[in-house]
């Protein structure tokens, strides 16, 4: 089956239509028996030969069908000019009054004068014939056009269902281009810039000089190191989506190793409701060491509390740090960290404050309705 229709759809369109003019022309020299007046030859060349209009010219292809079709009861030419009009218009009220305009025409003789002479039952069961033999061809026509807008539509969805596709596979790729900037900067910032504090510290308090340029060398190559990530960060978030599908590592047990490796002066206090979900202990964690390291790295030799709390409607997590107590370092910025966080925090329908301390010091405080566990 299929390989016959890719067959007739090799054939060309002129070859089609000269085969529908030889079988038109063979009709009516049938009809007529090798007879007839030139008026009717012409009208059988002009009805025949107009088929090669009929993809441009429907309508007219068809009028010109009409002439012939009153001298003689010819087929051919008639229901393909009716099947090409139905297959290339949509306005049936038009086709119906050709279907009735070709019936009519078929059931009249010429000369007119004997078209109403003799029975005229025979004559409406005539007509009422060769209506039947008219809408034939029309249905077909309106059929195939169906057809072609039924593949049509089904082209224009399959197209629309990889464009989603495309658009889900770009919108999973941007997630985890978000996630992947903000991993970067929670875990590679956080160790840089305590290897930066430290070099820093060192070179301060080396004696020796080969000592103080080493230190002052891995301070440096810290710097450029976490300008690096703060470049990269910001060209993954440009393409990055607010949501994520990875699961979270850091959870509560980490807590107690992250304060001890934070090289600063912390005390833990308080706890969170049993049973809260992954991703939100996830969040803490994130939250707590993204408020250390921003002591390290603004607030040198100050001490800081981290305050684990949760009420009848909330939790949360409160980092609170002294005042500095020696200058800083001066290390390259962007405030992603903090952006991520409160993005973090909106993932749990929280919200994250950051904000100075009446004493000099900086408080960091992310709270999230219970709900969200």
Not at 249 to 265: F, M, V
Not at 290 to 317: I, S
Request: charged residues 20%; proline residues 5%; neutral net charge.
């Amino acid at each position: 089956m299929s390989t016959g229709r890719a067959l007739w759809r090799r054939v060309p369109p002129w070859a089609v239509d000269g085969g529908l003019v030889v079988l038109a022309v063979l009709d009516a020299w049938i009809n007529l028996y090798g007879e007839g007046t030139p008026l009717v030859w012409a009208c059988v060349a002009l009805g025949s030969t107009a088929l090669f209009l009929r993809r441009r010219f429907p309508l007219a292809v068809f009028l010109f069908t009409l002439p012939m079709t009153l001298f003689m009861d010819v087929a051919v030419a008639p229901i393909t000019a009716l099947y090409t009009l139905a297959a290339s218009t949509r306005n049936r009220p038009m086709l119906a009054g050709c279907a009735l305009l070709n019936a009519g025409v078929d059931t009249l003789v010429w000369p007119l004068s004997d078209a109403f002479d003799g029975d005229r039952t025979w004559t409406l069961v005539q007509f009422v014939y060769t209506l039947a033999t008219a809408v034939a061809p029309v249905l077909f026509g309106q059929l195939v056009q169906a057809r072609h807008d039924v593949a049509r539509q089904l082209v224009e969805v399959e197209e629309a269902r990889e464009h989603e596709r495309a658009l889900h596979a770009q919108t999973v790729l941007a997630s985890e281009r978000a996630q992947l900037a903000r991993e970067m900067h929670d875990v590679v910032s956080h160790q840089v810039s305590l290897i930066a504090v430290q070099a820093g510290a060192m070179q301060v308090a080396a004696k020796d000089l080969d000592a103080r340029e080493a230190a002052r060398t891995i301070r440096t190559l810290s710097t450029n190191t976490l300008d690096e990530l703060r470049h990269m960060v910001t060209l993954l978030r440009a393409s990055g989506g607010r949501e994520t599908a990875l699961t979270p590592q850091p959870t509560l047990a980490d807590l107690q190793q992250l304060i001890a490796n934070s090289g600063i002066e912390t005390t833990l206090a308080g706890e969170l409701p049993a049973g809260i979900s992954t991703t939100a202990q996830r969040t803490v964690y994130r939250t707590v060491q993204e408020a250390l390291t921003n002591v390290r790295k603004h607030a040198p030799g100050a001490r800081a509390e981290v305050r684990l709390w949760h009420d009848a409607h909330h939790f949360g997590v409160t980092v609170t740090n002294s005042a500095p107590t020696r200058p800083s370092v001066a290390l390259p910025s962007a405030h992603h960290g903090l952006i991520g966080l409160k993005e973090r925090a909106e993932l749990l329908d929280g919200v994250l404050t950051a904000e100075s301390t009446p004493q000099g010091g900086y408080k960091v405080e992310l709270r999230a309705p219970a709900r969200s566990d």
